[in-house]
């Protein structure tokens, strides 16, 4: 059976379906609830958001998913300040996880913005989900926190071969990812009931999130 897979921008028409996508992906994953489709509705009008790498995925028809960017930057110890990329919310509609979607949306995304000449994309995420797509712990690229830690779920790619050179670097992420969780619960609240959960996933996502590499 052929399958008809169409990886597109964003549009305004899609906005409602891709928050609905985002809340679904992600309710009780990481925490009871979920503020990713809050982020997402707040991060489309902010100035570090990038229209230009926010995109959907359809299968026959259907949108199943998104992927959205927003600036960064890395500065190093001299001051010098590097602009670099960070994705987020990605997600797949449940019942069409793990099949390869994500992936596919992921690469597009990376193509694109070599295209348009970034070179390094650092993320928060379970490494389990982004190794395998070239990523490898900030440990190895020498990019920390402010706080001078090395967390295990910052993630790092480099999009060109050598574009970080091994000097110490400190991540700085968009100021719209800084979610005002009142607002968020207000924003879930008024949207069609989900039941909130303790899930063991929460505990996994937890000590991924609050691991740092000493070595």
Same mark, same amino acid.
């Given at each position: ?19 609905? @996508?985002?809340?679904?992906?992600? &309710?009780?994953? #990481?925490?009871?609830? %979920? ?6 509705? @707040? ?23 998104n992927?959205? #960017?927003?600036k ?12 670099i ?6 997600? /797949?509609?449940?019942? &069409?996880?793990?099949?390869? #979607? ?16 970034y070179?390094?994309?650092? @993320? ?5 989900? &982004?190794?395998?797509r ?9 990019? %920390?926190?402010?706080?001078?830690? #090395?967390?295990?779920?910052m ?5 060109k ?8 670097? /400190?991540? &700085? ?8 969780e ?18 063991? %996933?929460?505990?996994?996502?937890? @000590?991924?999130?609050?691991?740092? /590499?000493? %070595?």
């Amino acid at each position: 059976m052929h399958i008809n897979i169409k990886i597109r921008n964003e549009e305004e028409a899609d906005y409602r379906r891709v928050e609905e @996508i985002t809340r679904k992906a992600f &309710y009780n994953l #990481y925490v009871p609830g %979920c503020y990713e489709h809050y982020l997402v509705h @707040i991060m489309r009008s902010h100035e570090d958001f990038l229209p230009e790498l926010d995109f959907v995925i359809e299968v026959d028809g259907q949108l199943i998913g998104n992927i959205m #960017y927003t600036k960064a930057k890395l500065i190093d110890e001299s001051g010098k300040e590097k602009e670099i990329l960070t994705f987020g919310p990605v997600c /797949i509609m449940p019942e &069409y996880q793990r099949k390869g #979607y994500g992936k596919m949306l992921m690469e597009h995304s990376f193509n694109k913005a070599v295209a348009l000449g970034y070179d390094v994309i650092v @993320i928060f995420g379970n490494p389990g989900n &982004y190794v395998s797509r070239g990523f490898k712990s900030c440990k190895k690229y020498n990019i %920390c926190l402010d706080s001078g830690t #090395y967390p295990a779920a910052m993630l790092v790619k480099e999009l060109k071969p050598e574009a970080l050179d091994g000097r110490k670097w /400190i991540y &700085y992420d968009s100021s719209v990812m800084k979610i005002d969780e009142q607002e968020a619960e207000r924003f879930d609240e008024s949207l069609e009931k989900m039941e909130k959960k303790f899930l063991p %996933c929460q505990e996994e996502f937890f @000590i991924h999130s609050h691991s740092v /590499i000493q %070595c």
